[in-house]
Nanobody, 126 residues
Framework: QVQLVESGGGLVQAGGSLRLSCAAS????????MGWFRQAPGKEREFVAA????????YNADSVKGRFTISRDNVKNTVSLQMNSLKPEDTAVYYC???????????????????WGQGTQVTVSS
């Protein structure tokens, strides 16, 4: 059974940092693009960041550029999201996701992802 499990969420003050991790099990995603999305209360899910299968290409949403960094470890089958300079508007449930296509670049759209984690809550206080 394929699983993506996020960790690292929590409560932080504005300007602080958090590092989210996503551990995959059940299969290797070393050949697949992965990404992070988030959903705030009352809002639709939105794209945050994505990374190519090799880790060599990344793509961030405009709202997090310069503050968030996505990375991956294909040996450990993990993907991470380093979040710095957090703002109250970053408050959301953050989801890790993985595609099923081989050797692809980063993907921006949720419907391009097949596997999803359960999410981890990030709350930024002002």
């Amino acid at each position: 059974q394929v699983q993506l499990v996020e960790s690292g969420g929590g409560l932080v003050q504005a300007g602080g940092s958090l590092r989210l991790s996503c551990a995959a099990s059940g299969r290797s995603f070393s050949s697949n693009a992965m990404g992070w999305f988030r959903q705030a209360p009352g809002k639709e899910r939105e794209f945050v960041a994505a990374i190519s299968w090799s880790g060599g290409i990344t793509y961030n949403a405009d709202s997090v550029k310069g503050r968030f960094t996505i990375s991956r470890d294909n040996v450990k089958n993990t993907v991470s999201l380093q979040m710095n300079s957090l703002k109250p508007e970053d408050t959301a449930v953050y989801y890790c996701a993985a595609t099923d296509g081989w050797y692809s670049g980063p993907k921006r759209f949720g419907n391009e992802y097949v596997y999803w984690g359960q999410g981890t809550q990030v709350t930024v206080s002002s």
